[in-house]
């Protein structure tokens, strides 16, 4: 466990190694364009990745016993991912140019990049049990990116070949997971175009679930610069920390889901309870360090260039323990018990409560309005999937005598 939270708030915190030398040389319009990209990008991951990042590593904790279906879980999310990647990524690239701002380019390939993210094998190692592979194809990669585009930047590097580097080192951890995960020709499973059309069917519910999720998460920049361009530097700023938040949450997910998929039946109510409690705890950890180390360290990450007040941060902060919850809820409650329905259903109310809160708030009280409208629609996606997660239980057990 220890050795994944590492490697996980290791690549969550490399990009921030970056931020000062971004912020020094492009200023803050130069930053929140990588940003807006990053976030479009990051969208664009959430349809490549097909919902693997979140059922994945509980398939392959599943099947650890078995090398033919190992790899056939491998060869098929790979395949459908490579397939979706062809048709997502122009479309992203070309939307990143549409609503740029300024600095296009970067924004473009900054959204390239982060979509590449999709291709990931990380849910892979982590259902494997493997901390030394996800730090060797997602831990080193993004470390080498952030120190040598740093070092990059200030040496005169244009702002430009930062989303460069980024894209060269996601593809490169690509190729390496993909040799060496491709097994041997006895247990290797390459899908047809049959199996693929059939993967992105039963992923589909997923995908839609992730991306729902995402338009009211990543495409919160986007909205906020529609209707509040005067407010898109502070929010791209609270919105970044916050992802490093997010991810800071993510190695309790993964290795916790697999913990509590891998025990025995008796023990697993026990495992999820504990699991819950340790990443609801996380969630705490997490949001009251972002209230109050933003603003003192905003000087050093945001090179001065944009302050962030203890109330604005706190505004953001918040939220965090809400996707704590919903993460323990869905990993280790509604994924196991094929309720990924519930997901689907609670992510698209959502969506439709999250667009228009974000582009109300964000009119209303800029930056902190656009937060506080993350932090309700967040409420409203947990509370709606706790209580169709009762409903489904009453359905089954019948009601409470």
């Given at each position: 466990?220890?050795?994944?939270?590492?490697?996980?708030?290791?690549?969550?915190?490399?990009?921030?190694?970056?931020?000062?030398?971004?912020?020094?040389?492009?200023?803050?319009?130069?930053?929140?364009?990588?940003?807006?990209?990053?976030?479009?990008?990051?969208?664009?991951?959430?349809?490549?990745?097909?919902?693997?990042?979140?059922?994945?590593?509980?398939?392959?904790?599943?099947?650890?016993?078995?090398?033919?279906?190992?790899?056939?879980?491998?060869?098929?999310?790979?395949?459908?991912?490579?397939?979706?990647?062809?048709?997502?990524?122009?479309?992203?690239?070309?939307?990143?140019?549409?609503?740029?701002?300024?600095?296009?380019?970067?924004?473009?390939?900054?959204?390239?990049?982060?979509?590449?993210?999709?291709?990931?094998?990380?849910?892979?190692?982590?259902?494997?049990?493997?901390?030394?592979?996800?730090?060797?194809?997602?831990?080193?990669?993004?470390?080498?990116?952030?120190?040598?585009?740093?070092?990059?930047?200030?040496?005169?590097?244009?702002?430009?070949?930062?989303?460069?580097?980024?894209?060269?080192?996601?593809?490169?951890?690509?190729?390496?997971?993909?040799?060496?995960?491709?097994?041997?020709?006895?247990?290797?499973?390459?899908?047809?175009?049959?199996a693929i059309g059939t993967?992105?069917?039963?992923?589909?519910?997923?995908?839609?679930?992730?991306?729902?999720?995402?338009?009211?998460?990543?495409?919160?920049?986007?909205?906020?610069?529609?209707?509040?361009?005067?407010?898109?530097?502070?929010?791209?700023?609270?919105?970044?920390?916050?992802?490093?938040?997010?991810?800071?949450?993510?190695?309790?997910?993964?290795?916790?889901?697999?913990w509590v998929s891998g025990?025995?039946?008796?023990?697993?109510?026990?495992?999820?309870?504990?699991?819950?409690?340790?990443?609801?705890?996380?969630g705490v950890l997490v949001?009251?360090?972002?209230?109050?180390?933003?603003?003192?360290?905003?000087?050093?990450?945001?090179?001065?260039?944009?302050?962030?007040?203890?109330?604005?941060?706190?505004?953001?902060?918040?939220?965090?323990?809400?996707?704590?919850?919903?993460?323990?809820?869905?990993?280790?409650?509604?994924?196991?018990?094929?309720?990924?329905?519930?997901?689907?259903?609670?992510?698209?109310?959502?969506?439709?409560?999250?667009?228009?809160?974000?582009?109300?708030?964000?009119?209303?009280?800029?930056?902190?309005?656009?937060?506080?409208?993350?932090?309700?629609?967040?409420?409203?996606?947990?509370?709606?999937?706790?209580?169709?997660?009762?409903?489904?239980?009453?359905?089954?057990?019948?009601?409470?005598?």
């Amino acid at each position: 466990m220890l050795e994944f939270y590492g490697l996980t708030a290791a690549t969550a915190l490399a990009p921030l190694v970056a931020l000062p030398a971004i912020t020094s040389s492009a200023g803050a319009s130069g930053f929140a364009a990588v940003v807006l990209g990053q976030t479009l990008g990051a969208a664009a991951a959430v349809v490549v990745l097909m919902g693997w990042g979140l059922v994945g590593a509980h398939a392959v904790a599943v099947r650890r016993d078995s090398p033919v279906e190992l790899q056939e879980v491998y060869w098929t999310s790979l395949f459908t991912r490579l397939a979706v990647a062809a048709v997502v990524l122009p479309v992203v690239g070309l939307i990143a140019f549409l609503v740029a701002p300024s600095h296009a380019a970067v924004v473009v390939l900054a959204a390239v990049g982060s979509g590449l993210v999709g291709l990931t094998s990380s849910w892979y190692f982590t259902g494997l049990g493997r901390s030394g592979l996800v730090a060797l194809y997602e831990t080193l990669p993004q470390v080498a990116v952030s120190v040598l585009g740093s070092v990059a930047l200030w040496s005169g590097m244009p702002l430009i070949g930062f989303p460069v580097l980024t894209i060269v080192a996601n593809v490169l951890a690509v190729v390496l997971a993909f040799v060496r995960l491709r097994g041997d020709r006895a247990t290797r499973t390459v899908p047809g175009p049959r199996a693929i059309g059939t993967s992105l069917r039963e992923q589909s519910g997923l995908i839609l679930s992730s991306l729902a999720a995402y338009a009211w998460t990543g495409f919160s920049v986007t909205l906020v610069a529609t209707v509040s361009p005067a407010s898109l530097a502070l929010f791209a700023a609270l919105y970044r920390v916050q992802l490093l938040g997010r991810a800071l949450l993510f190695p309790f997910k993964n290795a916790l889901q697999s913990w509590v998929s891998g025990g025995a039946d008796e023990d697993r109510p026990a495992r999820t309870r504990t699991a819950v409690l340790v990443t609801v705890a996380a969630g705490v950890l997490v949001a009251v360090g972002m209230a109050v180390l933003t603003p003192l360290l905003d000087g050093v990450v945001f090179s001065g260039t944009i302050e962030v007040g203890f109330g604005q941060a706190s505004a953001m902060a918040v939220s965090l323990v809400v996707v704590s919850m919903s993460l323990a809820f869905s990993a280790y409650v509604l994924v196991p018990g094929g309720l990924t329905r519930i997901i689907v259903t609670s992510t698209v109310a959502g969506a439709v409560v999250g667009v228009p809160l974000l582009l109300a708030g964000a009119n209303w009280a800029g930056a902190v309005g656009a937060s506080l409208a993350i932090l309700l629609t967040e409420l409203v996606v947990l509370g709606s999937a706790f209580v169709l997660w009762k409903l489904k239980r009453r359905r089954f057990t019948g009601p409470a005598s």
